[in-house]
Structure formats: C-alpha cells, structure tokens
C-alpha cells in the first residue's frame, strides 16, 4: 500500500540520516542566518556539519525582516556572501542594499544543505557533553518534549567543535557556564550571582578556545559587561 511506503520511506531515511550525524567535525547550535551561512562554509571545506534549530522553520528572525515587513537592508561588507548565494539584491544607497527576506532565508538554507550540511529543525539542544575539559558534543531532545514539560530523555550527539549560533543569548556558553562552571562570579558591578544565575550576557570568539565572559543584569534591564574572573574552555 502506498500509505505504508510512505511512512516507511520517511521513517527509514529519517533514521539513516540522523545515525549518520551522531558523530560529527561541527555542531552549529541555532539556526538564524549566521549559523547558516557557517554552515555551508564549513561543509563546502568537507566538514561533516549539522545544525539544530527549535523552530518548525530554521532562518531566525529573517523570514520577517522588520515589523513582519519582509524586507531587509545589508551593509557592503556582506555583498560578496550575498553574490555567492544568488540571492537578488537592489542597491539602496551608499553601502547599503536591500533584499527580500523569504528569498534570502531560503537561499541560505538551500545552499547550506547542497553544501553538505544537514539541518535538524525542532531540536532543542540542552546541554553540551564536557569531557576532559573539553566540549565534545551535544545533549538534543525534541522541542515540544521541552515544551511540554515532558521526562523525556535526550540523546547525545558527539561534536569535535560546537557554535554558539543562538543570537544575543548565547545560551550554550550560558549552559557551558551555569551547569560547568560553577561558583559565585564577582563582577564589577558588585553583583554575585551564584552559578551564573541572573547573568544573561557572554562574550566570547571561537579559535581554539572558547573564552566565556561573564556579565551580569542590574536592575531595570540593563547589562554592565566586565568581570574580574575569566574562564577557559578548550573546544579543539
């Protein structure tokens, strides 16, 4: 019956697929652009790449440009990832352009996965696997699982480098640091927050090591960056 190869179909392939990414060379946490276009750049050098994004749809917040108008504004210096993703783009006015914003999401998505990374949509990843030191891995569960509330175990996904590509929260080096690092930070505000709790705000670059900066919220929302403590975490 075609119902049951259908079903069988998606279910065998699915499984192929995901077997095929439990042991990978870079996990990208998040799926907005910039995790995207990392993505295919790092599959175009013959990396074996996997992203994982909770959203139904990977592409961040640029599917609905600004205010759900879906166009959106690039600067100069992003002209040459515009031109080798084919997308359309209209000169605005001195080093600026515009784009439509479903047509530029999906170009990236397109080219990522024809670059050879795969993408994994309603993932939630919620913790790293720390080894020697070391991050080595992430710990996924399916979203609506989170959601839900539901005592669901999760699996494991082994990675030789993991990015943190979820935007201003940086909520990997912010799990790295509360379920890793833990102790009472002393920034310069004064604050002490036990295990990082209250601390919203992380710096960081990727080469080698990931160095995680602590800041903490005071009140009313705003951020005071700084700390008189620095931790090292090598991802290599």
């Known amino acids: 019956m075609i119902e049951t190869k259908v079903s069988k179909g998606i279910i065998s392939t699915y499984f192929e697929k995901l077997e095929r990414n439990l042991d990978l060379d870079v996990?990208?946490?998040?799926?907005?652009?910039?995790?995207?276009?990392?993505a295919y750049y790092l599959a175009k050098a013959g990396l074996k790449v996997a992203q994982f994004d909770r959203k139904l749809a990977p592409g961040g917040g640029m599917w609905g440009g600004a205010m759900m108008f879906n166009?959106?504004?690039?600067?100069?210096?992003?002209?040459?990832?515009?031109?080798?993703?084919?997308?359309n783009h209209e000169k605005y006015e001195d080093g600026l352009y515009v784009m439509d914003s479903v047509e530029s999401t999906s170009a990236l998505l397109y080219h990522a996965v024809h670059a050879g990374a795969t993408v994994f949509n309603c993932y939630s990843v919620e913790d790293v696997i720390f080894k020697n030191n070391t991050v080595s891995?992430?710990?996924?569960?399916?979203?609506?699982?989170?959601?839900?509330?539901?005592?669901?175990?999760?699996?494991?996904?082994?990675?030789?480098?993991?990015?943190?590509?979820?935007?201003?929260?940086?909520?990997?080096?912010?799990?790295?640091?509360?379920?890793?690092f833990g102790g009472n930070w002393r920034t310069f505000t004064g604050c002490n927050c036990r295990r990082g709790r209250g601390c919203k705000r992380y710096e960081g670059n990727l080469s080698?090591?990931?160095?995680?900066?602590?800041?903490?919220?005071?009140?009313?929302?705003?951020?005071?960056?700084?700390?008189d403590l620095w931790r090292n975490v090598d991802v290599r």
């Open 27 to 38: 996990a990208i946490v998040g799926g907005g652009p910039s995790g995207i276009v990392a």
């Open 137 to 180: 891995g992430v710990v996924v569960n399916w979203t609506p699982v989170l959601r839900e509330g539901m005592h669901v175990d999760p699996l494991n996904i082994l990675a030789k480098i993991v990015i943190d590509g979820t935007g201003h929260d940086s909520e990997i080096a912010a799990t790295v640091a509360r379920n890793h």
């Open 71 to 87: 166009q959106i504004v690039i600067q100069e210096e992003a002209i040459d990832i515009v031109k080798e993703f084919n997308i």
């Open 208 to 227: 080698g090591t990931l160095r995680l900066r602590y800041g903490c919220f005071r009140r009313f929302g705003h951020s005071a960056y700084g700390t």
